[in-house]
Nanobody, 125 residues
Framework: QVQLVESGGGLVQAGGSLTLSCAAS????????MDWFRQAPGKERMFVAV????????FYANSVKGRFTISRDNAKNTVYLQMNSLKPDDTAVYYC??????????????????WGKGTLVTVSS
């Protein structure tokens, strides 16, 4: 079965940095684009970043552009989200996700077929 397991969440002060990891198993990882989404308290789940199957293309939500970097290591079946210059508004549960089909790039919750359980990031002011 497909499993996506996030790690690396925690408490950090505004302006600090944090790196999230997502370990994937049960799917041909190197053929899937991979996404990060986040959901703040009382709000809907929103797209954060996506990286193509081979790491050749990346796209970011405007709210994190220039501060976050998504990357992947296909040899380790792992996708990362490096978060810099964190703000209190970045506080959310962060989810790793994979789309319905391989060799595709999706940026909506509707387009995702597999989800991790999430890891909480709390940014204090």
């Amino acid at each position: 079965q497909v499993q996506l397991v996030e790690s690396g969440g925690g408490l950090v002060q505004a302006g600090g940095s944090l790196t999230l990891s997502c370990a994937a198993s049960g799917l041909p990882f190197s053929t899937y684009g991979m996404d990060w989404f986040r959901q703040a308290p009382g709000k809907e789940r929103m797209f954060v970043a996506v990286v193509s199957w081979n790491g050749g293309s990346t796209f970011y939500a405007n709210s994190v552009k220039g501060r976050f970097t998504i990357s992947r290591d296909n040899a380790k079946n792992t996708v990362y989200l490096q978060m810099n210059s964190l703000k209190p508004d970045d506080t959310a549960v962060y989810y790793c996700a994979a789309p319905t089909t391989p060799y595709s790039i999706r940026q909506t919750t509707y387009g995702m077929n597999y989800w991790g359980k999430g890891t909480l990031v709390t940014v204090s002011s």
